[in-house]
């Protein structure tokens, strides 16, 4: 499957509160299964690590190609230059638009798109649940906005 700005969302499902930690899990079509999380930081560093695997999208200060057959030689860090390609593999299929949109957390769920990472942070919008939609320019921005909605 080819990632595109649509199915890339990120489906965060809010479930528990524990002193201002937020807990909860993660459903996406870039995703197999589930992914737990149990505070905003391993929120955030879970899907950055997913966003650096799957070169999606990628990061401001990767190199670019222009010609497929040019591509510069794989530096040490393991950058693939797969632009957003999710592997065919056997086994476990990624998760269905219909299973990502049945997801619900029990204390909010918002759909999470990074759209760029520029300045070593992620730009994009946020889609509540409650028909709202906000915009962030940094992840600091996006966890000030989640700890807004969520915890007031």
């Known amino acids: 499957m080819k990632l595109n700005?649509?199915?890339a969302g990120l489906r965060i499902c809010i479930n528990e509160v524990d002193r201002g930690r937020l807990g909860g899990q993660v459903y996406s079509q870039r995703l197999k299964e589930p992914m737990a999380f149990g505070d905003i930081a391993g929120l955030l560093l879970q899907v950055e690590d997913l966003l650096d695997q799957q070169d999606f999208p990628r990061a401001f200060?990767?190199?670019r190609i222009f010609h497929?057959?040019?591509?510069?030689?794989q530096e040490a860090s393991g950058d693939r230059h797969?632009?957003?390609e999710l592997p065919e593999e056997e086994?476990?299929?990624y998760m269905t638009a219909e299973q990502v949109q049945a997801a619900?957390?029990?204390m909010a769920t918002f759909v999470l798109y990074i759209v760029t990472r520029q300045n070593t942070t992620w730009q994009g919008k946020v889609d509540w649940l409650d028909g709202t939609e906000d915009q962030f320019s940094s992840a600091l921005e996006l966890i000030?906005?989640?700890d807004q909605?969520?915890?007031y």
């Open 5 to 7: 700005h649509t199915n």
């Open 61 to 63: 200060q990767r190199k």
């Open 68 to 73: 497929p057959k040019k591509q510069p030689k």
């Open 82 to 84: 797969n632009s957003g």
């Open 91 to 93: 086994g476990q299929p």
């Open 104 to 106: 619900a957390g029990k």
């Open 144 to 146: 000030y906005m989640v």
């Open 149 to 151: 909605k969520v915890l």
